[in-house]
């Protein structure tokens, strides 16, 4: 403790430069600084000095000086201005107290009940400052917001609902006769229609073509599922990890739909039209690249790894074409329909389930490794992987009973044929 003042005429040291001052100096210089007025500055204070000052001033400054009760500590929180904590002794408890303007208690009929106050005004009320890489993408969202965007978003709706009433045919099915009115429809069709989708996939088939189509849509939801999650979460990974904006993602958006664009060209045309590979392998290659992608992504620190993504994932583009394609086999012709129905409603069911679990998965994973979230996708690509080659086994099964019953009936009609002559 010590002080701006000093003690006239004193040989000793002063107590500004004293680590620790007893309470009999400490009272004689207040003394002697109430004769004098001047500033005390107090810079250092302990427990015990307090005590004893407390004591004394008691005694020998009963009128003049009396600090005892009056020793206080004040605490104020940015979060509530007007609340204020505050300490009666110096070895006491906190306790609160809110602190009202006059206006307010005028403005009241029976003042402030206890416990009770009112709310402060506003805290804050220019503008609120924003971080620079959020400003910056409210500047390039501003664009979607213009008129001319409103403009060419209501001629493309109007262009397709021109289309659809005049070019489009309603009675598309052939030997099938439509009556002229139509009948309304009601509740129970509706759940009947539902009914009649979902039983597509359960009801009972030669073989085992009910387990292949429960299967197919198993991989369609597994595989959608962190697919849509992962749209959620990457612009936020980009911009944590590699310091993005909103343009420069938009670049890597382009540059990854041309990218996967070529790659499902290169799929169809090479892999399936010239080489015959069958859907199961072509859906099995699809997501073997997806794999290989998600472990990638998760280590990315530069942004020329983050764009070696896109080609590695390359050949990732073919799979729900592939899956619809290898499903539509394995129904007959008039449920093509509805299978194309169930489809879409497992991959809205599995962005439903996987979109919140990823929002969640990132935000808990971000302070121990912001790429848990793609290892996670990597992992939940392991069991489609064991499914389409369970489908690829059993197709070159099927495929090397079909050539052996081909080969028998071959024989059966030479001998036949060799009998009869």
């Not at 929180?77 to 408890?93: G, I, T, V």
């Not at 910056?136 to 978003?153: A, G, I, M, P, Y």
């Not at 509706?190 to 979902?198: N, P």
Request: proline share 4%.
């Amino acid at each position: 403790m010590s002080s701006e003042t000093k003690k006239p005429n004193s040989e000793e040291q002063p107590l500004e430069e004293k680590t620790d001052v007893t309470p009999e100096e400490w009272a004689e210089q207040c003394t002697w600084s109430m004769t004098e007025t001047e500033t005390f500055k107090c810079h250092r204070m302990f427990t015990r000095c307090i005590q004893e000052l407390d004591c004394i001033s008691e005694t020998v400054l009963p009128k003049k000086l009396s600090l005892s009760h009056k020793t206080c500590e004040f605490r104020i929180r940015k979060e509530h201005p007007r609340l204020m904590f505050y300490l009666n002794f110096s070895y006491s408890q906190w306790e609160s107290s809110v602190v009202n303007t006059p206006a307010s208690f005028r403005s009241m009929k029976a003042g402030v009940d206890d416990g009770e106050f009112k709310l402060p005004g506003l805290a804050y009320k220019d503008k609120l400052p924003i971080s620079r890489a959020k400003y910056n993408d409210l500047q390039f969202l501003k664009k979607f917001c213009r008129s001319e965007t409103k403009r060419h978003s209501s001629l493309l709706e109007w262009t397709l609902l021109t289309y659809g009433l005049i070019c489009l045919k309603t009675k598309t099915k052939p030997g099938i006769e439509y009556s002229e009115k139509g009948k309304a429809l009601t509740f129970s069709d509706l759940f009947t229609l539902v009914k009649e989708t979902v039983s597509v996939a359960f009801k009972k088939r030669d073989g085992n073509l009910r387990k292949k189509i429960i299967l197919s849509l198993t991989v369609v939801a597994i595989i959608y599922g962190p697919n849509h999650g992962e749209r959620i979460i990457t612009y936020m990974f980009v911009r944590y990890r590699l310091k993005w904006d909103a343009l420069k993602y938009s670049i890597y958006s382009t540059y990854s739909i041309i990218t996967h664009s070529i790659g499902a060209l290169f799929s169809i045309s090479v892999f399936s039209k010239h080489w015959g590979f069958h859907d199961s392998m072509l859906c099995l290659i699809s997501i073997t690249s997806k794999l290989i992608g998600s472990v990638y992504i998760a280590f990315v620190k530069t942004d020329l790894e983050m764009f070696m993504v896109p080609l590695i994932e390359i050949l990732n583009a073919t799979t729900f074409t592939s899956l619809r394609s290898m499903a539509s086999k394995l129904v007959l012709p008039e449920e093509m329909g509805k299978i194309n129905s169930l489809f879409s409603l497992v991959e809205t069911l599995a962005a439903l389930l996987f979109d919140p679990t990823y929002s969640a998965m990132y935000a808990r994973t971000i302070p121990i490794f912001t790429g848990a979230v793609y290892i996670f996708s990597a992992i939940m690509t392991l069991p489609p992987i064991g499914i389409l080659v369970w489908f690829f086994i059993q197709h070159r099964r099927e495929t090397k009973l079909k050539k052996q019953e081909a080969i028998e009936e071959r024989i059966v009609y030479s001998e036949t044929a060799v009998n009869s002559l």
